[in-house]
């Protein structure tokens, strides 16, 4: 059970969790861990996302409001960049679990592969 005190942290982690829950975003802040100067202008992100400018607004905005990115405006150009280091590490462990998952599953769906295959039509009869 939660208590009155914890609860918000968990709301605010959740939170978090649902601002980065979209696969352009997701490219967005690799795009900018992955960025040299750790920076990365707008026509940058609209050109390797191949997202619409208002829809790569919104996603930028979203991310914005979570505190994952930060901008900075110079003239007429908006860079982006990563809020806090870590984020670019929760990229990486959230890369590795992803492929240790893939890895557990090919292995999975190669042992079953193997398996002879009056075995296969055996479990669709149940």
Do not use: C, W
């Amino acid at each position: 059970m939660l208590s009155s005190a914890q609860a918000p942290l968990y709301e605010i982690k959740a939170n978090l969790f649902k601002g980065l829950a979209h696969p352009a975003r997701i490219r967005i802040l690799e795009l900018l861990a992955a960025a040299p100067e750790e920076t990365a202008a707008v026509s940058y992100l609209l050109a390797e996302t191949g997202l619409e400018a208002s829809h790569l607004s919104q996603h930028l905005a979203t991310l914005r409001r979570h505190k994952v990115v930060t901008s900075v405006r110079t003239a007429n150009a908006v860079t982006y960049q990563l809020a806090h280091p870590g984020v670019s590490q929760l990229l990486a462990i959230a890369r590795t679990f992803l492929l240790d998952s893939l890895s557990e599953s090919n292995e999975q769906l190669r042992l079953a592969q193997q398996l002879p295959a009056e075995h296969l039509s055996r479990g669709s009869e149940s």
